[in-house]
């Protein structure tokens, strides 16, 4: 599967805990993540993660491409709701993606946490019928 991890700045120490903690099963599915969260993943696993842009400068953008073409399975975006952000349209649009491609989302650490024992436990070959082109 392919997974995004996206966490605004004051949640990306959240994000690290969440990798390390969930290691062994992120390990065995193609990584994504926006540049400084990527970078910090890196850093403190052994994960493999391809790396995109940070958010402000298209990061958020990338990743919705992905899912604009059914390349992205899950998204967990770690969002800080009681800080501005900057780019607030693009994370706006990342999130109604999710919702039009039917895309798991998890926005906190709760949900992020039920997404993925729900990986480590269920089948969810359902998800390639998603990946099939629309006509």
Excluded at 1 to 23: C, G, P, Q, R, T
Excluded at 88 to 96: I, T
Aim: charged letters at 25%; proline letters at 4%; one cysteine or more.
């Amino acid at each position: 599967m392919n997974i995004a991890l996206i966490a605004h700045d004051k949640k990306k120490d959240d994000i690290i805990n969440f990798s390390v903690a969930y290691e062994d099963t992120l390990k065995k599915h193609n990584l994504f993540a926006t540049g400084t969260t990527g970078l910090r993943i890196k850093e403190n696993t052994n994960l493999d993660i391809t790396r995109f842009n940070s958010g402000p400068l298209g990061g958020d953008q990338q990743i919705g491409a992905m899912i604009a073409i059914n390349n992205m399975d899950i998204v967990i975006f770690l969002r800080n709701p009681l800080t501005a952000q900057p780019h607030e349209p693009d994370v706006l649009a990342l999130l109604r993606l999710c919702d039009v491609h039917n895309i798991p989302l998890a926005t906190n650490m709760g949900s992020a946490e039920v997404l993925i024992k729900g990986m480590e436990r269920g089948d969810l070959s359902w998800r390639e019928i998603k990946k099939q082109p629309n006509h």
